[in-house]
Structures are given as structure tokens and as C-alpha cells.
């Protein structure tokens, strides 16, 4: 009933752009505060941005200025803008929701979605 799936990723050059999606089904997304993460190849998984219900973001120092969250609430979906990647950039997207706001741990975020893969490259 409950469940985010993410999408958008890809295969794109460095310097390019990407726009991942993540669409809420069997809830409203309204009410929630939604993470992005993601996990490069052989590391850990790790925070990226964060919108809360109010439509405050917050980013990961590596995002500033390059990636930017927004949410549009009639489609009941989060956006994540990908712009300026770098190969490092390359990982497997996630989001996720949080019942209270950003300012939690990567732990307390639930209803993960399946990722989608963003691959930067020449």
C-alpha cells in the first residue's frame, strides 16, 4: 500500500544533467519530510538532500550549489535536479520519508525505494 519508487536515473556525461523523481503511491506525501541518498559503488550509503513539509531544503556540502530538491505535492512526487555532475557523483539514487523533519538520522528515514542508477562518464 505504502511505497516510493524513484526514477530518472541514467548514463550521462560530466558537466551534464539528470532529474530523478520520486513518486509516492498508497499515501500522501504531504505530510512527510523526504531524504534523498545515495551510495557510490564499495561505500556506504550516505545523505544528499533533504525537503521537509514545509518546502525547506537542506543539502550535503557535496550537493550545494549543484543539486536541487523540490517537491510538488498534486502529483504527490519529489524531485531531485542533478546538475554539473562529476564521475564521483556516480551511485545508486535513493529516497526515502521521514514522519518528522530532516533533521534526523539516516536510520530513522523508512519506505525506501529501490534507487536508480546515476552513472557519470565520458
Known amino acids: 500500500q505504502l511505497q516510493l519508487v524513484e526514477s530518472g536515473g541514467g548514463l550521462v556525461q560530466p558537466g551534464g544533467s539528470l532529474r530523478l523523481s520520486c513518486a509516492a503511491s498508497g499515501f500522501t506525501l504531504d505530510y512527510y519530510a523526504i531524504g534523498w541518498f545515495r551510495q557510490p559503488p564499495g561505500k556506504e550509503r550516505e545523505g544528499v538532500s533533504c525537503?521537509?513539509?514545509?518546502?525547506?531544503?537542506y543539502y550535503a556540502d557535496f550537493a550545494k550549489g549543484r543539486f536541487t530538491t523540490s517537491r510538488d505535492n498534486a502529483k504527490n512526487t519529489v524531485y531531485l535536479q542533478l546538475n554539473s555532475l562529476k564521475p564521483e557523483d556516480t551511485a545508486v539514487y535513493y529516497c526515502?520519508?521521514?514522519?518528522?523533519?530532516?533533521?534526523?538520522?539516516?536510520?530513522?528515514?523508512?519506505?525506501w525505494g529501490q534507487g536508480t542508477q546515476v552513472t557519470v562518464s565520458s
Open positions: 526515502a520519508l521521514s514522519s518528522r523533519n530532516c533533521h534526523v538520522a539516516l536510520s530513522d528515514f523508512g519506505s
Open positions: 525537503i521537509d513539509k514545509s518546502a525547506s531544503t
